[in-house]
C-alpha cells in the first residue's frame, strides 16, 4: 500500500510479533517456583511508534481504527449514557451487544461516584468505557483523572437518537485508539493480545500502521523507529530509520 511506501513489509512484522509472542511464553515458562507470576496474565500487545518531533497540535480525541481481530470481544464494557439510562437498557435488550455489562447515566455518575474511591472501584470493574458523545465534555469533572490514568478514557459513541445503538458499540468494540496528545516523542496504539495468534497480531499491525502514519506530522519523516511490546516486555523493533547526517563544513 501506498501508505506504507516500501518502509515495512508483512514479513518483518511477522518476524517481530512471532519473537515477542516467544519471549513472553519463554518468561512464562521461566518461572518454576509455582507462584502466580505476572507473565500468566493476558497482556495488551502494542504498537510503540517514536517520532522525531513531537507534535505541535495535541488532539485530545482518539484516532479510531477498526481492526481485524477485535481486541475487546469478550471482555466487560461500560456504556456512560444521557438521563435516562432506562431508555438504553431498553435499547440493548432490543439489540443486545454481550460486552456491555452496564449503563451509567450522568445523573448515577454524579450520586454514586462523587467519592474517589468509587470512581477507583467503578474503573478497575471494566475494560472498556464507551460514552454518547453529548456526555463526553461532563466526564472528565465526573470521573476525575481515575479514568484518565488507567488508560480507559471514555470513548465517545454516537448513539443520539438511534432506535438501534448496537452498531456504533460494536464499531468502537472492535477498534483500537490512537491519541496524538502532544506530551512527547512516543504514542502507543494496542494491536492485540498475548493470546492471539501469529497472524492475527499481524493482521492488526498492519491495519493499524496503514493508518497511524497518516496521522502522523510528516508522516515517515518524522517517525525515528517502531516497536513492538506487551504490559511487561522488552520493546522488539521492526524499523528504525538512519539519523540524519549532517555536514560541517
Not at 108 to 119: A, E, G, P, V
Not at 149 to 168: H, L, W
Request: proline letters at 6%; aromatic letters at 8%.
Amino acid at each position: 500500500p501506498r501508505e506504507m511506501e516500501g518502509k515495512v513489509n508483512e514479513q518483518q512484522v511477522k518476524k517481530c510479533a512471532e519473537a515477542l509472542l516467544k519471549y513472553v511464553e519463554w518468561m512464562r515458562e521461566s518461572k518454576k517456583d509455582g507462584k502466580k507470576q505476572l507473565f500468566d496474565e493476558v497482556e495488551y500487545v502494542s504498537l510503540v511508534i517514536t517520532m522525531e518531533k513531537i507534535p505541535e497540535k495535541r488532539k485530545m480525541n482518539a484516532y479510531s481504527i477498526p481492526v481485524p481481530h477485535s481486541i475487546y470481544a469478550g471482555t466487560e464494557i461500560c456504556l456512560i449514557t444521557k438521563d435516562p439510562k432506562a431508555e438504553y437498557e431498553k435499547k440493548l435488550i432490543e439489540n443486545t451487544v454481550d460486552e456491555i455489562k452496564e449503563v451509567i447515566d450522568v445523573s448515577t455518575l454524579r450520586s454514586d461516584y462523587h467519592q474517589f474511591s468509587d470512581r477507583r472501584i467503578l474503573v478497575s470493574s471494566y475494560t472498556m468505557f464507551l460514552a454518547d458523545n453529548r456526555v463526553i465534555p461532563m466526564l472528565p469533572r465526573l470521573l476525575g483523572k481515575t479514568a484518565f490514568a488507567a488508560n480507559k478514557q471514555p470513548i465517545p459513541v454516537n448513539i443520539g437518537k438511534k432506535k438501534n445503538i448496537a452498531p456504533p458499540l460494536v464499531k468502537a468494540r472492535d477498534s483500537t485508539f490512537m491519541y496524538m496528545r502532544g506530551t512527547g516523542v512516543s504514542l502507543g496504539v494496542r494491536v492485540g493480545k498475548t493470546d492471539f495468534e501469529v497472524q492475527e497480531l499481524v493482521e492488526n499491525i498492519m491495519k493499524v500502521l496503514r493508518v497511524a502514519v497518516t496521522k502522523v506530522p510528516g508522516k515517515w519523516g518524522n517517525i525515528q523507529n517502531i516497536h513492538l511490546k506487551s504490559e511487561s516486555s522488552i520493546a522488539i523493533p521492526f524499523y528504525r530509520r538512519l539519523p540524519r547526517v549532517v555536514r560541517i563544513e
